[in-house]
């Protein structure tokens, strides 16, 4: 097709037309909206490197997550804040835990909106690491029974899908199998199956308070500059029982959300994560972009991609906008 025989301009000439032609369509039904929930009651705690979002006391969370649910939006993501800590994440797994109180006040109330849980342990570590820590090193295997009880617990507490974030090697299998000898086979779970170890959660460790006391996450999160490595994790956590298959970030690998979607037949998810959201936002408020267009730019990267669902913390604003639209 050469010009002049061909003149790709024409079908650009008027918004029908690109409506027309459009080829990806972002709405409401494709986001996940994430929220963090803190004890108390009346608590509406600010994230500052986040505008916008906030710790909720269950009382707001169960406000927002019914208003998000009125916006379309289908599903939320619990992040739970504990009062207390220690070395075995007992608070992560309690039967009277916050997310597990929250998810059973988020049913009650907003009994049609999904609700998934993440299931890790550093917000419930003393140390601040996804597993157990023995002597200086995170034992993956003495954490796969901790991280199933957690997503166990959550599913009792009527969780609709838990989401492993840790990565620690066989948790799906692990997590799988215990909730199915448990009489919760319908439980999904959305696998964290490629998690790289990125400088972008910055804004979410302070809203979480999740930030490791010592090292890093490099020996169970991914090289960022690894890609078929990011098949052999997403391959391993399908073979294992993983429903959906996220990956976290998703604007620096959109390439891997792609090579995901074209090799693994399962439903693909993408984290927009709270630095790529803060980058926006603080570009917005310094007037040197428009936000809503780059949040808009951002989302549609994401699903052209191949992602199937986004968890973005632009959720309600991408929900009014597409309304608005």
């Known amino acids: 097709m050469l010009f002049p025989d061909y003149r790709p301009r024409r079908i650009r000439q008027s918004e029908p037309f690109r409506r027309l032609v459009r080829e990806t369509v972002v709405t409401a039904d494709d986001l996940i909206l994430p929220l963090f929930v803190i004890g108390g009651k ?22 927002t997550a019914k208003a998000a649910h009125e916006a379309g939006i289908p599903a939320v993501m619990l992040f739970g804040i504990p009062d207390k800590k220690d070395p075995l994440a007992t608070a992560a797994y309690a039967r009277d835990g916050i997310v597990q109180k929250a998810v059973r006040e988020l049913k009650n109330r907003v009994p ?105 996450r490099r020996t169970y999160q991914m090289d960022p500059a690894n890609g ?18 996220m990956v976290k970030p998703a604007l620096p690998y959109l390439d891997i959300v792609y090579r995901i979607r074209q090799e693994l037949d399962l439903p693909v998810a993408a984290y927009n994560v709270s630095g790529e959201y803060a980058m926006v936002k603080a570009a ?42």
């Open 42 to 63: 009346d608590v509406k705690n600010s994230i500052d490197a986040m505008p916008g979002h906030f710790q909720f006391s269950i009382d707001h969370l169960t406000r």
């Open 112 to 216: 049609d909106l999904a609700v998934i849980t993440d299931v890790c342990l550093c917000q419930y570590t003393d140390h601040g690491h996804c597993g157990v820590v023995e002597k200086g090193i995170v034992d993956n295997d003495a954490s796969l029974d901790l991280l199933a009880r957690t997503a166990l617990s959550h599913a009792n507490a009527g969780a609709d899908m838990v989401a492993p974030s840790d990565m620690m090697d066989g948790r799906v299998a692990e997590i799988r199998n215990t909730l199915d000898e448990e009489g919760l086979e319908s439980v999904p779970i959305m696998s964290y199956a490629v998690k790289y170890c990125s400088a972008f959660y910055g804004p979410f460790r302070q809203a979480a308070h999740s930030a490791p006391k010592f090292g890093d």
């Open 228 to 245: 078929q490595e990011a098949i052999r994790e997403a391959t391993m956590d399908a073979e294992e029982g993983a429903d959906i298959l």
């Open 284 to 325: 917005e408020e310094k007037g040197w972009i428009d936000g809503p267009r780059v949040m808009m730019e951002t989302l549609t990267a994401i699903k052209r991609a191949g992602a199937d669902m986004i968890l973005t913390y632009f959720a309600m604003d991408a929900a009014r906008a597409l309304r608005d639209r």
